[in-house]
């Protein structure tokens, strides 16, 4: 095919060229049974042709379509199909309109807001732990494999070398020294033995990239890189700048940990610790002592019954929230998946306009958004400066199964108890 673009492939009309890579070109594309536009990508044909290496490039061509295809996400790339047309392999994937990778905001001078940073590092690591309960490891996480849409959504692509554990080896892509070095493991440059955290390595650098616009590992050798990688620590985010919260710099340490056994767990673990970054991002509170909220904690009717080691659990899951008076908490109308405890103040409950109430100390609310994330149906208020803490169920899944179950029992008594009251009341107003 040369540089010459097809008019077609299988039932696709291709019309023209917006992407290459190592693995292809990438071209848009015409379904007319959707009638729809996709994005065709297309083996490169000198590789394929290549006596040596032809069937293992066709081999980890095909590869993307067999893992990818076996993951449906919103953050992941969606196949669509697969083929060959004459000599020409080709996979469709869903086409991005208008967008780019992160790569091109891996610059000093064209770095994005670190909320916006924070909100993509928290889809990509709750898209890999989704792949990795799936069986799926990328291997080649980095800046030009994440694509961001013209409204700053993410999708993952590019899972030409990507393997499935405990899969048929036919399927899959041998393990070793495979992917792009600047954003490899210890483990994987070292060609031992990898699993889901080798993606939360690079993912580590991804973010490091985004929010300084230097890589962690510079070198100016491949043998000087492998060197850093697995022997030296990154320079502290503070190293290019002085104004990123220290929740970040521990984010970033523990992802690019040299041993998988003091990196993060799963996707979902890293994905917690970004959430409690970008609510500190909205809310910088103050450093407040941990003793004082555990005591506080000890006090308030909701964790009655809990030992103390999963009070600690709690306090390590939720976000501590300090509200001025007259500050909206939640607003009537909003999406919002977090669910409320007051440790200190009142707040006033409202809806259209009308008050319906007041919270005091030991109240919840926000029950119905955490149970599965609604619209909220009413407004709540600070009456005066208000403490209290905030929990989603992403932070939840992170603590012990011991402490999830006892949260939920309570939880759902309080719910109860909660709409028992709202019916009575209801009744009572029929009365």
Not at 35 to 51: C, E
Not at 60 to 81: V, W, Y
Not at 339 to 353: D, H, L, M, N, R
Request: proline share 4%; glycine share 6%.
């Amino acid at each position: 095919m040369g540089n010459s673009i097809p008019e077609k492939l299988g039932k696709y009309e291709i019309q023209k060229q917006i992407g290459r890579g190592s693995m292809g070109i990438v071209y848009q594309g015409y379904d007319p049974f959707a009638d729809n536009q996709v994005a065709v990508k297309v083996a490169i044909s000198d590789s394929l042709k290549d006596p040596d290496s032809g069937q293992r490039y066709r081999k980890m061509f095909f590869n993307e379509a067999h893992t990818a295809g076996m993951l449906k996400h919103p953050n992941i790339m969606g196949i669509l199909d697969a083929g060959v047309d004459q000599d020409e392999c080709y996979i469709v994937m869903d086409l991005v309109e208008g967008g780019n990778t992160l790569k091109s905001h891996c610059k000093p001078d064209k770095l994005l807001p670190v909320e916006q940073v924070v909100e993509i590092i928290f889809k990509c690591a709750k898209a890999l732990d989704y792949a990795h309960r799936q069986g799926v490891i990328h291997r080649d996480i980095k800046p030009t494999n994440i694509l961001l849409t013209s409204d700053f959504d993410i999708k993952i692509g590019d899972f030409s070398i990507a393997h499935i554990i405990g899969s048929d080896t036919t399927h899959t892509m041998p393990i070793g020294f495979i992917g792009s070095p600047r954003y490899m493991s210890p483990e994987q440059v070292q060609e031992d033995a990898i699993s889901n955290q080798t993606d939360l390595f690079s993912l580590g650098i991804v973010i490091y990239e985004l929010l300084t616009g230097k890589h962690p590992f510079i070198a100016d050798s491949f043998s000087r890189l492998i060197h850093k990688i697995i022997n030296e620590q990154q320079p502290p985010l503070s190293t290019y700048r002085s104004d990123l919260p220290e929740i970040l710099e521990h984010i970033v340490h523990h992802a690019l940990q040299k041993s998988p056994s003091n990196r993060y767990t799963m996707g979902l673990n890293m994905a917690a610790d970004l959430s409690l970054a970008f609510d500190y991002l909205e809310h910088p509170e103050e450093d407040i002592n941990q003793q004082e909220i555990f005591n506080a904690l000890q006090e308030v009717e909701f964790f009655k019954g809990f030992p103390e080691a999963e009070i600690w659990e709690i306090i390590q899951a939720c976000i501590w929230q300090t509200c001025n008076a007259g500050e909206e908490i939640i607003l009537e109308g909003e999406i919002d998946d977090s669910f409320y405890i007051i440790i200190i103040g009142t707040a006033e409950v409202s809806k259209e306009g009308h008050v319906l109430g007041e919270l005091k100390p030991g109240d919840c609310f926000g029950e119905m958004g955490y149970l599965e994330k609604t619209k909220r149906t009413a407004t709540i208020i600070a009456k005066e400066e208000m403490q209290l803490i905030k929990i989603n169920a992403t932070l939840i899944d992170q603590v012990s199964s011991e402490c999830q179950l006892r949260f939920s029992k309570v939880f759902l008594r309080t719910l109860i108890r909660r709409l028992s009251h709202t019916n009575l009341m209801a009744i009572a107003k029929v009365g």
